[in-house]
């Protein structure tokens, strides 16, 4: 069983790189700004980590091991928490007008 979650893990780990480098580039060829490629790579690779997670939660559910699948979830909304609590709207740079 363990050999099986390790190739799960492992092809999921793989296809979701391809993927943010995927939309990484979809985002390079549409020519976003700086601000908009970070975003779309954070939240990209935040997806990655979310389908592992939930691959890995359910091997422990199906093992019984609910007590574990309780504690990472827990972990998950924490972290969440405060990401969200952390966050702060970016700013807009002001233009220098041309003529002064």
Do not use: C
Request: hydrophobic share 60%; glycine share 8%.
């Amino acid at each position: 069983m363990g050999r099986i979650v390790g190739h799960i893990l492992l092809l999921r780990s793989a296809l979701g790189v391809a993927a943010v480098l995927t939309a990484f580039a979809f985002g390079l060829v549409l020519q976003y700004d700086r601000a908009t490629l970070i975003t779309l790579a954070l939240l990209a690779g935040a997806a990655v980590l979310r389908v592992l997670a939930n691959s890995y939660l359910s091997v422990l559910q199906a093992l019984e091991h609910v007590r574990a699948v309780a504690v990472v979830k827990s972990e998950q909304a924490l972290v969440l928490a405060i990401a969200a609590g952390s966050w702060r709207p970016v700013q807009p740079r002001r233009r220098a007008r041309s003529g002064q």
